[in-house]
Every structure is written in C-alpha cells, then in structure tokens.
C-alpha cells in the first residue's frame, strides 16, 4: 500500500492561498485514487476533493468548489491541494488517504494509509 504525509499547512489571513502536498514514500500511490479530508475541533472528518488515479477525474466538496484545485504528480508520487481565498471556516487539520475499497469517494470509510494531517488556521 502506500504511506503518505502531508506538508504545507500553516496560518493564513482571510482570502489568502496554501498548497498543500501529500507524499508518498512507498511510491505505489499512482495505483490509487486520492483523496483530501478535514477535521475540524469537534466535528467529524469531511470530505474536501477526489482525484482518480490518472488524475482525470476530480470531485469536491460543495463548500470548496471554485476556491481549492487537487492534482497529482504521478512522477513524484505526490498529490497536491491547492486553496486559495481561504475562509476561517477552513481551519482544520487537513488529511490526505487513499482509496482503498470501492463504494463513494466522499466516503472516509472507503480510504485507509491515513497520512499524521497538517493544520491549516485562517485568521479573520
């Protein structure tokens, strides 16, 4: 399987950018689809964007539609978040997993090889 860590996360003013990067160090993540997740204090972990394996396929998370782009770059077996006009209500720790069993892409339970998260703070 795969073995992921995230970067990039930080603190950020209101309508600022961050990318975030999702390594995989087994390198065999271009087998799989990819996923970014977020949780924030006291809520449950929610979905935030799916790329297929080839990157041609792309879904997101109503909430995020139009502000964050994903994408992978299968050569460096690394998955990208790019967020951008963030809003405090992204703040989060941000979890990057792949896909391991078939069923809905917006669905945690169907990802596994969790990566440790990154926090992402947007001060208003």
């Not at 399987?1 to 950020?12: D, F, H, M, R, T």
């Not at 998370?61 to 992978?72: P, Y």
């Not at 990208?80 to 896909?99: I, S």
Request: hydrophobic content about 30%.
């Amino acid at each position: 399987q795969v073995q992921l860590a995230e970067s990039g996360g930080g603190l950020v003013q209101a309508g600022g950018s961050l990318r975030l990067s999702c390594a995989d160090s087994k390198r065999t993540s271009s087998y799989y689809h990819m996923g970014w997740f977020r949780q924030a204090p006291g809520k449950e972990r929610e979905f935030v964007a799916h790329i297929s394996s080839n990157g041609l396929t792309r879904y997101y998370a109503d909430s995020v539609m139009g502000r964050f782009t994903i994408s992978r770059d299968n050569t460096l077996n690394t998955m990208y978040l790019q967020m951008n006009n963030l809003k405090p209500e992204d703040t989060a720790v941000y979890y990057c997993a792949a896909q391991l069993l078939a069923g809905s892409s917006r669905d945690s339970r169907n990802y596994g090889s969790w990566g440790q998260g990154t926090q992402v703070t947007v001060s208003s």
